[in-house]
């Protein structure tokens, strides 16, 4: 929906990580719970603000939620470390 | 300049896509029709049937004004976060192109209508003319951001529907619904045995 780039994000993994629903991390932020599953399926691009709130909440640089390019999926990730 | 009708609880209830795409349907078709079929029709059934077209357009607005959509157009910036304040004001710049539109198509056309009198065009006069007039562009104004919305936005998900409030029983409502119904439709029948 967003006519800008596309930015790719780690939200749903992070927040499965944490056990986390939509509804109780859109609590803690302080934003509506749909506005959450616009931003995990890339339906909108977050504001700074938000993106900043994300990152302190998670406790994660910026970079490491969102990014301009697609996130390595973690499987390959695994796979690359074991070859090493 | 947009209405959002918050519920006393504060939860947004549960509207499906389909039903507010209807009631907005409902609202920008069924009050024009409305008003034409009272201004070309002396017969009373088929007046009645304006004023019944009119009084739907008007309960769909009310079934659209606590939805999600209105919401964004409606509810107060400061209750709104970042993603609903930016479709805000995507909303409100299809609006402002639509009804500046309109606004320019009915200015041209009562310019022709009071200025060239071999056409005869029908053009307000009366006081219910105007009053008509003023509530379609109020009506036009309020609903038209939460249009946009309710075409633009993305499907909600499974687990984006966790978030919503239960759905109640309308049983309640619906009575209420039916007995202002009615209450206006028996108004207006007093209203035209009185006057007449």
């Known amino acids: 929906m967003s006519e800008t780039a596309i930015i790719h994000n780690r939200l749903p993994v992070l927040r499965a990580e944490r056990g986390l629903s939509r509804k109780a991390l859109a609590e803690a932020l302080g934003v509506n719970y749909q506005t959450v599953g616009y931003l995990e399926r890339g339906d909108y691009n977050p504001s700074l603000e938000l993106a900043l709130k994300l990152a302190a909440y998670f406790d994660l640089p910026v970079e490491m939620i969102f990014s301009l390019q697609p996130f390595t999926p973690l499987s390959r990730m695994a796979a690359s470390g074991k070859g090493d | ?196």
């Open chain 2, 1 to 196: 300049m947009s209405f959002y009708m918050r519920t006393a609880s504060g939860r947004i209830p549960h509207r499906s896509r389909v039903s507010v795409r209807a009631a907005i349907i409902a609202v920008l078709a069924g009050y024009p029709a409305g008003c034409i079929v009272q201004l070309v029709t002396d017969h009373v059934a088929l007046d009645i049937f304006g004023l019944f077209l009119v009084l739907v357009s008007v309960l769909a607005f009310f079934w659209v004004a606590p939805s999600y959509v209105q919401r964004i157009a409606g509810e107060v910036p400061s209750a709104l976060d970042d993603v609903e304040r930016d479709l805000r004001h995507r909303a409100y710049a299809f609006s402002y192109t639509v009804l500046t539109a309109l606004a320019a198509a009915a200015v041209f056309y009562l310019a022709v209508a009071n200025d060239d009198t071999r056409l005869t065009l029908w053009a307000p006069q009366s006081y219910s003319h105007w009053n008509a007039i003023f509530f379609g562009v109020l009506i036009y104004s309020f609903i038209m951001p939460a249009a946009w919305l309710a075409w633009t936005l993305p499907e909600p998900d499974a687990e984006d529907l966790e978030g919503e409030a239960p759905v109640r029983k309308g049983r309640a409502r619906i009575w209420l619904w039916s007995l202002l119904a009615v209450g206006g439709m028996t108004g207006f029948v007093l209203a035209r045995l009185i006057s007449g």
